[in-house]
């Protein structure tokens, strides 16, 4: 079932996205004049199909639903009838050819901008950015960081949640930058703002996994009693008899005095016996627990499938919530999609020279699991990660690489420049090359999906 609701939540943003891209090309070329012959979202076997006239543009629903294509009339790919020749694509100006490739790329970054917009507006639940335990040899160290103190912005981009300011904080680093300026509220005096600066260096800035490790920022969380809040079916504190609201006393006879102690405790020892004394109801009872092992980002740690009862007071204390205007939504929904717009090109740049990790490259497997995450976390992750994947779409597409709507974009400008089309050879061998690039790259990143399934 899991399986099955990754793969419909997938199906359904691929296919919105495919179909706001090639919408875009169908509009413009609308109202540049062009005869639209087919618009089909998926490829392959047609499976649905509505036509008013056989003069109309026929839309499809294909059965290969992970992509889309708008059919033109064009004398390029087949005979057009004399009454259809002013219709046709390749017929037009320079200037019309353009917006009809360009509008593609640019409708799925308008789409981010409304996904944004809808974001901000219908507001969001978070963990306030308040940063925790610093320890010693870190990047927040070395920049001045002190627990307790609260993030507002990274690089002057406001940040209300800890998801954010991580966010802001990774796709800085993503960027190449070097130094990232991060205003914090003093934890002494609220009406006092204070500046760190971390300084990162280009090895650890490109390498997400650790850039966390050696980035040292954690989220305050308060000292809470060893009190069980739940236990989850098949783990290992349900086999051990673990019940909600059992306190943990002891560990091996040592004193067990909070929970994350109990948590450091528990991922050092998987598949170890632990000897545990507990208090039910007032009573103290002995159990022996045995940690499953789960393989980590540096080691093998131990889970024992069990939460801890957080006060409600503590959990209102730790969240905020948010949201904008419908005007300073638009403004904060235009800046996250230039901001994440100009991190994906920079990305794609530092990959291609060999500054950034090929590890940053997610295939549709990923993809897919992002997409069944965020829709299990609600409306708001989703609408989120479709903006994201718009606007990687729209960027990519815009890449000067033939049989893309950028490589198709570079040959219209060649033309500007020559004062003639190039001619139709030159332009196929360089679409095959592109095909090759594009198949080549995709193959890379389904097998660093695969590889990922199995770490």
Same mark, same amino acid.
């Given at each position: 079932?899991?399986?099955?609701?990754?793969?419909?939540?997938?199906?359904?943003?691929?296919?919105?996205?495919?179909?706001?891209?090639?919408?875009?090309?169908?509009?413009?070329?609308?109202?540049?004049?062009?005869?639209?012959?087919?618009?089909?979202?998926?490829?392959?076997?047609?499976?649905?199909?509505?036509?008013?006239?056989?003069?109309?543009?026929?839309?499809?629903?294909?059965? =290969?639903?992970?992509?889309?294509?708008?059919?033109?009339? %064009?004398?390029?790919?087949?005979?057009?009838?004399?009454? %259809?020749?002013?219709?046709?694509?390749?017929?037009?100006?320079?200037?019309?050819?353009?917006?009809?490739?360009?509008?593609?790329?640019?409708?799925?970054?308008?789409?981010?901008?409304?996904?944004?917009?809808?974001?901000?507006?219908?507001?969001?639940?978070?963990?306030?950015?308040?940063?925790?335990?610093?320890? =010693?040899?870190?990047?927040?160290?070395?920049?001045?960081?002190?627990?307790?103190?609260?993030?507002?912005?990274?690089?002057?981009?406001?940040?209300?949640?800890?998801?954010?300011?991580?966010?802001?904080?990774?796709?800085?680093?993503?960027?190449?930058?070097?130094?990232?300026?991060?205003?914090?509220?003093?934890?002494?005096?609220?009406?006092?703002?204070?500046?760190?600066?971390?300084?990162?260096?280009?090895?650890?800035?490109?390498?997400?996994?650790?850039?966390?490790?050696?980035?040292?920022?954690?989220?305050?969380?308060?000292?809470?009693?060893?009190?069980?809040?739940?236990?989850?079916?098949?783990?290992?504190?349900?086999?051990?008899?673990?019940?909600?609201?059992?306190?943990?006393?002891?560990?091996?006879?040592?004193?067990?005095?909070?929970?994350?102690?109990?948590?450091?405790?528990?991922?050092?020892?998987?598949?170890?016996?632990?000897?545990?004394?507990?208090?039910?109801?007032?009573?103290?009872?002995?159990?022996?627990?045995?940690?499953?092992?789960?393989?980590?980002?540096?080691?093998?740690?131990?889970?024992?499938?069990?939460?801890? %009862?957080?006060?409600?007071?503590?959990?209102?204390?730790?969240?905020?919530?948010?949201?904008?205007?419908?005007? %300073?939504?638009?403004?904060?929904?235009?800046?996250?999609?230039?901001?994440?717009?100009?991190?994906?090109?920079?990305?794609?740049?530092?990959?291609?020279?060999?500054?950034?990790?090929?590890?940053?490259?997610?295939?549709?497997?990923?993809?897919?699991?992002?997409?069944?995450?965020?829709?299990?976390?609600?409306?708001?992750?989703?609408?989120?990660?479709?903006?994201?994947?718009?606007?990687?779409?729209?960027?990519?597409?815009?890449?000067?690489?033939?049989?893309?709507?950028?490589?198709?974009?570079?040959?219209?400008?060649?033309?500007?420049?020559?004062?003639?089309?190039?001619?139709?050879?030159?332009?196929?061998?360089?679409?095959?090359?592109?095909?090759?690039?594009?198949?080549?790259?995709?193959?890379?990143?389904?097998?660093?999906?695969?590889?990922?399934?199995?770490?």
């Amino acid at each position: 079932m899991d399986a099955l609701y990754t793969v419909f939540h997938f199906i359904v943003a691929i296919s919105l996205l495919v179909a706001v891209h090639e919408f875009g090309h169908f509009w413009v070329a609308r109202k540049a004049g062009v005869k639209v012959l087919r618009f089909s979202i998926g490829f392959g076997k047609v499976v649905w199909s509505y036509q008013k006239t056989s003069e109309s543009t026929e839309y499809v629903l294909s059965a =290969i639903p992970l992509g889309g294509y708008v059919k033109m009339t %064009d004398e390029r790919e087949g005979d057009v009838r004399q009454q %259809d020749l002013p219709y046709a694509f390749n017929r037009q100006s320079l200037l019309a050819r353009t917006a009809i490739v360009a509008a593609g790329p640019i409708f799925n970054l308008l789409l981010a901008i409304i996904l944004f917009w809808a974001v901000f507006i219908i507001g969001e639940t978070g963990v306030r950015p308040v940063v925790g335990e610093i320890e =010693i040899g870190t990047l927040a160290e070395q920049a001045g960081f002190l627990e307790g103190e609260e993030i507002l912005s990274v690089n002057d981009e406001y940040a209300p949640t800890w998801a954010e300011a991580m966010n802001l904080i990774f796709s800085s680093a993503m960027q190449g930058e070097q130094e990232i300026k991060v205003s914090v509220k003093d934890k002494d005096k609220d009406d006092i703002n204070l500046v760190h600066f971390l300084t990162l260096t280009e090895e650890v800035s490109q390498k997400p996994e650790e850039l966390y490790i050696k980035l040292g920022l954690k989220p305050w969380s308060p000292k809470l009693q060893p009190i069980i809040g739940k236990v989850l079916d098949n783990s290992a504190a349900k086999a051990a008899g673990l019940l909600k609201g059992d306190l943990i006393i002891s560990a091996n006879e040592e004193f067990v005095t909070d929970w994350m102690k109990w948590v450091e405790y528990v991922r050092g020892r998987p598949e170890q016996s632990i000897n545990l004394i507990i208090e039910r109801e007032g009573v103290r009872l002995p159990l022996v627990i045995v940690p499953e092992k789960v393989k980590g980002e540096q080691k093998d740690i131990g889970r024992i499938g069990a939460g801890v %009862d957080i006060p409600k007071d503590i959990i209102k204390s730790l969240q905020v919530e948010y949201s904008l205007s419908v005007g %300073d939504a638009l403004v904060a929904a235009i800046n996250k999609t230039w901001l994440y717009s100009t991190s994906t090109l920079k990305m794609m740049w530092n990959m291609l020279i060999g500054k950034a990790s090929s590890e940053n490259l997610s295939g549709p497997i990923s993809i897919a699991q992002y997409a069944g995450q965020s829709a299990e976390m609600g409306l708001v992750p989703f609408f989120k990660f479709l903006a994201l994947v718009s606007i990687s779409l729209g960027v990519l597409n815009l890449l000067p690489i033939p049989v893309l709507d950028g490589g198709h974009l570079m040959f219209f400008a060649a033309e500007a420049i020559k004062g003639g089309p190039i001619s139709e050879k030159i332009q196929i061998y360089f679409q095959q090359i592109g095909m090759i690039m594009l198949m080549s790259l995709m193959i890379f990143a389904v097998f660093l999906d695969i590889g990922r399934l199995f770490q």
